[in-house]
């Protein structure tokens, strides 16, 4: 099982990690970069720890939302 995730830079959007943080597949994840891409609003359903509950450490991506960075940043591991 994937367990650590670096997709930095690599003009993923909202809709590329929208796909990537609701992926059933990548659910033991524990190191997640979506640093360097326009995110957006996808990345704030990172905030909930039932999305990739073994996370230990994010990088959410550019342009996410300010009430959505707020609840990232009450997220142990995740840096914004």
């Keep these: ?3 650590r995730l670096e997709l930095h830079s690599c003009l993923l959007g909202q809709r590329g990690a929208a796909a990537v943080v609701g992926s059933k597949t990548l659910a033991n994840l524990v190191h997640l970069d979506l640093g360097g891409n326009r ?3 996808a ?3 990172l905030a909930s720890p039932k999305v990739f509950p073994r996370l230990a450490y994010c990088r959410p991506g550019d342009g996410v ?3 959505a960075r707020r609840r990232l940043n009450r997220r142990p591991g995740v840096r914004v």
Aim: net charge positive.
């Design 39 to 41: 995110t957006g609003a």
């Design 43 to 45: 990345a704030g359903r």
């Design 65 to 67: 939302p300010a009430a």
């Design 1 to 3: 099982n994937l367990t």
